[in-house]
């Protein structure tokens, strides 16, 4: 792991090996069955977002079983507006997709129904989390050539956040030298590997358009 700063913020992230890590203890324990998509082409390398206002994760995987890059996304002074904050995250995101020359990814976004740290604040901090949201689906829209957006719910089949966590950090080892106090790394890697596991299998399965994807 490595801590390093872009656009101003600083952020934690973990790169992998070159190695190829099992995957299958993932599959089946947290992600459920999903309907599949059309075949169509599809990018290999992929970012998965697990959006907020004060700390985002993130992860870049190469298919299902690698994960390139990987780390938490922070403002630059969490004092600071809720959308300089948020922008601080996007533009470190941007970056992130630049550097791995990214045409595909996935974001996590909300139907309402979100968990109470969110909703503090009298209902401001549900109406910032949803800025962090939209602010991250449409960036990621507009600069990859696929995305998919997915809610919480859907993905995690209700599988609560540790459990989720423990199934990452039992694939990845790797994973388990990086700073995640909310587990917001572990949710995006999670994310990323719902993607290739539910929406591209059996085969790689993609789309050239932004789709909300629900489980069947």
């Known amino acids: 792991m490595h801590v390093g700063s872009s656009g101003g913020s600083r952020f934690s992230r973990f790169s992998d090996g070159p190695g190829r890590l099992e995957c299958r203890a993932y599959r089946g324990r947290v992600l459920g069955p999903s309907r599949l998509l059309e075949t169509m082409k599809h990018p290999r390398k992929i970012i998965a977002i697990d959006p907020s206002s004060k700390c985002t994760g993130y992860a870049v995987l190469d298919g299902p079983c690698k994960i390139i890059d990987a780390g938490l996304l922070k403002p630059r002074r969490q004092s600071h507006p809720a959308i300089i904050r948020i922008g601080d995250m996007v533009n470190d995101a941007l970056g992130i997709i630049a550097e791995h ?103 790689w399965i993609g789309i050239d358009s932004p789709v909300m994807v629900r489980g069947g």
């Open 101 to 203: 020359d990214l045409k595909g990814g996935v974001v996590e976004i909300t139907e309402g129904k979100v968990s109470r740290r969110h909703g503090t604040g009298g209902g401001a901090g549900l109406a910032v989390y949803g800025m962090a949201v939209g602010a991250f689906w449409w960036a990621m829209h507009s600069a990859l050539g696929m995305c998919i957006a997915t809610t919480e719910n859907n993905w995690t089949h209700g599988v609560t956040k540790a459990r989720r966590a423990v199934v990452v950090r039992g694939m990845f080892p790797t994973y388990r030298s990086i700073d995640d106090p909310g587990l917001d790394v572990a949710d995006a890697i999670g994310l990323g590997l719902w993607f290739f596991d539910s929406v591209c299998a059996p085969g």
